[in-house]
């Protein structure tokens, strides 16, 4: 078994963005107050979750989050294709985010990963 990752990431919109930014955390998009936690990828799922969930959205955000900062909120659970993705039951705290900005990618396509300092 290969070890988890210490830090996922959360694409916002901007709105999201300056909600997280503006309250210092951040409750979850419609689908994930629907599921009850907020859904976070990890670098390598996260160009196939934005091509899947945010097709043709344009302005939208990464925020890279510190996983090691949430405890018994973050759960590794089986989702698409039956890898495993890191759910935050609970709010997003802007104190958890290492790094953040604007969804852009790479010239392979891939979406590039906010530099954390």
Known sequence: MSERPLTAYKVLTA???ATLERDGRFQGAPVDLADGYVHLSTADQLTETVDKHFAG???LHV???DLGSFGE??????????QLFPHLYGPLLLE??????????NEDGRVRLPVTG
């Open 15 to 17: 709105e999201q963005m």
């Open 57 to 59: 959205q344009s302005d």
């Open 63 to 65: 925020a890279a989050v």
């Open 73 to 82: 909120s973050l759960k590794w659970e089986e989702s698409r294709g039956g």
């Open 96 to 105: 958890t985010v290492v790094a953040y900005g604007p969804l852009e990618r």
